[in-house]
Structure formats: structure tokens, C-alpha cells
């Protein structure tokens, strides 16, 4: 197999913005950590990221904390070489991951942002006939904002969500997440509803003009929506509900989990939900949880 290709690089980043959200200076440091370990394999003579072996990749860990660097800055860089040889691997652009044994310095665990739920209100109001989705256009985005927080799928997930994949009267829907593996999420009656109203007034008239795949979610030439698509749609109601901190996709699927944990779902059942193979992934909404308990007490117990 050849070696990944500048080009395909960069489409790793393209998408951790797309996808996963990174603020532009986390992405930065992603993009400086890749160059460093490139720089790395050069000076010890392997020819691309492809012929990096376990031990090329554990070398360069050493490396980095020989010359001094702190351990949140080390895990970062495990961090960013992780997502890119899983990236590559999911692409078929190499055969193995150097990096799977790696471990992360302990460091505590970073909280995701997560949306409160007047915050969640407001976003998902905004979708309203005004401005340039006076076309109809409105109700696909209130119908995709809606699916994105009852379900808590990924942007993939949903730009791949297919009409078939919907079951109302079960009021589920069949996801294909990471490595196609399948799983059933519930959705909620107010989402489906939002889906229904815009298959039957807008979808309809979108896919007469093209080849859909029978996907749900299209854009106005009647082809699926992108994830560039995606992100906009949020960023753009997000600015309409005049919230200033920084929303993208995958706050909703923060949000969801985390609201879930706050009502007292059991771990196992969010695990499942958001397709995680590991239930420690999970976890970090436990202390997503946690923190808010603490907030909600500081605010209103006398003695807080």
C-alpha cells in the first residue's frame, strides 16, 4: 500500500473541523503535532506514516518527553496521532495502526461542551421561515436539529440516515456508525414529527430533482447533505439564537448524553445509544454530570 499523500492529510483535519468540532487553535496544535512526528520518521530514515511501526511511534513518545514536554502537550500529540492513523485505517490508506497501543499521560479528563437545555430551546426555535429559508428549507434544518439532539448521532450518522432507516411506530432509527457497525437509537415523537412535516412538504419537491439514495436529508439540488452543510446549519442557528459560544454538530451530541445521565439513564443504555466500543469513552459524561451537580449546588444551596 502506498503512503498516505499530503492531500489525504489534510483531509484528516478537514475532518476534525468538520466532524469532531476542534476549536482553529486546537487544530493548529493537531497540525504542528503531525508535522513534528513526520519530521520525526524522516530524520530516522522511514519513507510516510504507512511504514511507521509500533516502535517507530513509541520512539517518538521518548522523544518527546526527553526533551521536556509537559504531559498534556504529549497526550495532545497522542491524541492528534491516534485520530490520524484511525482516519487513515477507516480510509484503507494504511494497513496498521502504530499507534494503538500508545498511552495517554494521566492529566484528568477535558470536559466537552456541553448546551443547556434553554440553550437547546432556543437553537432548535430559531428554525423558522425567515431570511433565506423562506423556501421551506427551515423545516429541514429544525428536522435535522431536532434528529441530532433526540439521537445524539454523529454528523456521518446523519447525513447517511436513510428514509428506510426510520422506524416511526417503534419511534427508532437504524444508525451505521464507525466501521459500519449497526445500532438501534430511539427517537423521540417531537423529532419525527419535525421529519414528517418536512418529507411531506419540502423533501418531496428536493428529491424530484435528483438521485438521493433515498437519504433524508437533502440539500436544495436534491442531493444528501454534505457535513460542511451540517456544520453551517448549526453555526447559523446558533447566530439566530444569539449564542455566543462556540456550537457546532457535535454539541449535540454532548448535550444528549449529558442530559440523558442528568435524568438518570443508566450508563450501559447511553453507551449503546451513541455507538461507543468502550464504555470508558462514555464515561466522560459522568463527569460532565458531576460538575453541573456541583454548579446547581453552588447556585442554590444557602451554604453553597
Known sequence: MTAPRIREIEEYFRFLQLEKGLSPNTLEAYRRDVGVYCGFLAAEGIGGIGLATDEHAAAFVRALSGVGLSAKSIARTISALKGLHRYLLGEKKIDTDPTQNLELPRIGHALPDVLSYDEVELILSAATPSGTTESGLWMRDRALLETLYATGIRVSEATTLKRA?????????????????????????????????????????????????????????????????????????????????????????????????????????????????DIATTQIYTHVDRELMKAEHAKYHPRG
Open 165 to 277: 432507516d426510520i422506524f416511526p411506530d417503534q419511534q427508532l432509527i437504524r444508525v451505521f456508525g464507525k466501521g459500519s457497525k449497526e445500532r438501534l437509537v430511539p427517537i423521540g415523537a417531537p423529532a419525527l414529527e419535525w421529519i414528517a412535516r418536512y418529507s411531506e412538504g419540502v423533501r418531496v419537491t428536493l428529491a424530484a430533482k435528483k438521485q438521493t439514495g433515498d437519504a433524508v436529508f437533502l440539500n436544495w439540488r436534491g442531493r444528501p447533505l454534505s457535513r460542511v452543510a451540517v456544520w453551517n446549519i448549526v453555526k447559523e442557528y446558533t447566530r439566530r439564537a444569539g449564542i455566543e459560544k462556540d456550537v457546532h454538530p457535535h454539541s449535540f451530541r454532548h448535550s444528549f448524553a449529558t442530559h440523558l445521565l442528568e435524568g438518570g439513564a443508566d450508563l450501559r443504555s447511553v453507551q449503546e445509544m451513541l455507538g461507543h466500543a
